[in-house]
């Protein structure tokens, strides 16, 4: 080689990345390989990659084809120190400018006398290794051991044929026996002999009982090429080992060295397998590869699932929808979530595209039902989210629409069917894809919702309803019946039964049309209308008892209006003219039909005879004195003649034991109209009887002439009476002897004094007003 294809060769093999996988003690470089992978981006290539070895005798030159056709940097032996062992253990680099991309593997040379009695056990070993996981195997042999019984291929032919039976389904590997400083004997003739005696070692090899009849093609592709020397025609074995470089670009691809391999693993689990591979050789137990297949697959995709559930629990867009979700609904929350899903599958599908099958989709689906397992709680929060905005959208609709006078039965029928509509419409922008989650639960608690609500508000509204004509009725009803039972005239509780019939009528009328719109059964319907009827009797009923609860009052009030003022209702005035007895009765008649009225609740015609019984009994009980001679007292008894006792608010006792009470409670007011008749009498005679102003005129007949005769005793006489008329009216002299003699010269000997100096103080005024 000379110097300019010294440094060419060089520049190429910089990338070939060459690494110790396993060394001479058997230990695989775990961490290295991992490196290796991704400086060469193995994990990227899917099954677009080859794997490529080669094994022989040691020293056979295998390093140095290697770096010859494929760029790499693997160690050579140095011919001027001697064979010895340049390679330990399996290296690996990757073949630079091949593509798609290749890996070649360098395995340890056989027969080797370095290893002694080991050589054997690493040999299988590693002939095992590079069956299990290379889809192309090149065996490097000498051409003078071709058709010789002791050849040094042939032990090495052995292993691995040997290895074969212990891959219970072997992929099928193209083997090319690269025939090395091959001889004038023309290739035509070396191939039949070798392939002969491939066939001989291979039908020597003992084989399972499942293989006994395989034919060797079942297991390998067989190519054959020659190599001349290397150190004898350097320039013919460069150009040879570069027309079989030639045959590894797409050697995957159909008619390829290895177009029809099988059983290939993904790149990206290429390192996991080989390690798990080594792993059961060094262990020395079968390998079994179509269930490592599986296996690898199931740990490389549950690592690509893991690492996606990872990514999507950790992605940014998920954990702003995951926070957002808990407070408030996340507008296209179904479209964003299910695209998130779908890159995360597509990412795991892409990674795992090109594992088993089966396991492939076993753990997609478990990637499917984690992550669906995530995303089921935001889900779940933002289905109640729409439910609490529907609900909250319905009450504000359907109040508005009563509010505008809507029906409430329509109101509610076409608020609910929109609500309904709205919901449903989120539920589809809600809806991730990837699930098949049902919300006919949630929907139904939305309809839930929805019927709770309208109950609550038509009972409440029903309620109100009913309030507000029970209000109406009770207005109506109260004054007029109060007015009435105080008035307690002869028509009184007919009057009643004619104002709450009429009163009744029209409130019940007002309120069947108010319930029209609720489109209530017509039993419902009638049960609120009966239930008002009965407030309304219940009313007047309530009004009567609390009239009677004070009829002791009222009678008072009664027999005072009427005792103390006249027909006009003018205050009246005991001149003495008045017949007390006759204002007395009427007065306590009247008292006594006010209680008579108040006795007992008549809103049925009963034909009872309670006034009539009680004036008997109370207003002249004389005559009640003398029919009742003979015959039981009619007020002896705790119930009305013709009245049930529910409607009796007064028995005929405690009528008897109130008008007691009244006529004690009224004595004194008639005492005093009796004591002020008799004062008034009195004060209207202060003149002296007439005799004795005749007497006054008979004695003073001469001290009258003597006036007569004297005119200045005239006028002392007359501005004497023009003083004392003066006194009379200021002090109201007629006005206090009302009250009597003694109280009147009481009252005016207090004043007199005081009025005198008015006087002349008015007449000094006027005197001072003239000058």
Known sequence: MNYDEHVLFSAKSVDCCSTHL???????????????????????????????????????????????????????????KGRSQTTKGIWMARCTGIEPCTVVMDLEGTDGRERGEDDTAFEKQSALFALAVSDIVLINMWCHDIGREHAANKPLLKTVFQVMTRLFSPRKTTMIFVIRDKTRTPLENLEPVLREDIQKIWDSVPKPEAHKETPLSAFFNIEVVALSSFEEKEDQFKEQAANLRNRFQQSIAPGGLAGDRQGVVPASGFSFSAEQIWKVIKENRDLDLPAHKVMVATVRCEEIANEKYSAFSKNKDWCEVEDAVQSQLVPDFGNKISLMLDTCFVGYDDEAAFFEEGVRSAKRKQLKEKLLLLVEPAYQSTLQHMRSETLEKFVKAFEDALNKGQGFQVASRDCTVSAMKLFDEQCKGAIIKQA???????????????????SDVRTSKLSDLTTLYESNLKNALHGPVEALLE?????????????LRSETKTSLSKFSKALAGFEMDEDAKNNLISRLESY???????????????????????????????NDLMPRTWTGKEDIRAINKAARTSALKLLSVLAAIRLEDYADKIQTVLIQALAEPSVAADKSSNLQNPLATSKWEKIPDSKTLITPVQCKTLWNQFQKETEYAVSQAITAQKANKQNSSWLPPPWAILALFVLGFDEFMTLLRNPLYVLFIFVGFLLFKALWVQLGIAAEFQNGMLAGLFSISTRLLPAIMNILRKLAELGNRRN
């Open 22 to 80: 396993i060394d001479g003690d058997g230990t695989m470089n775990v961490v290295g390989l991992e490196k290796f992978m991704k400086e060469v981006k193995l994990s990227e290539c899917g099954l677009s990659y080859a794997i490529v070895s080669i094994m022989g005798p040691q020293s056979s030159g295998k390093s140095t084809l290697l770096n010859h056709l494929f760029h790499t940097n693997f160690q050579e032996m140095d011919a001027f």
């Open 436 to 454: 098949d989650w049902d919300t006919s639960k949630i929907r139904a608690k939305v309809a839930q919702d929805i019927d709770s609500h309208i």
């Open 487 to 499: 008035g307690a005239a002869d028509d009184t509780w007919s009057a009643i039964r004619k104002l």
């Open 536 to 566: 309304a009797t219940e009313a007047v009923e309530g009004k009567a008892k609390e009239e009677a609860g004070k009829v002791l009052h009222n009678m008072k009030e009664r027999f005072t209006t009427i005792f103390n003022h006249d």
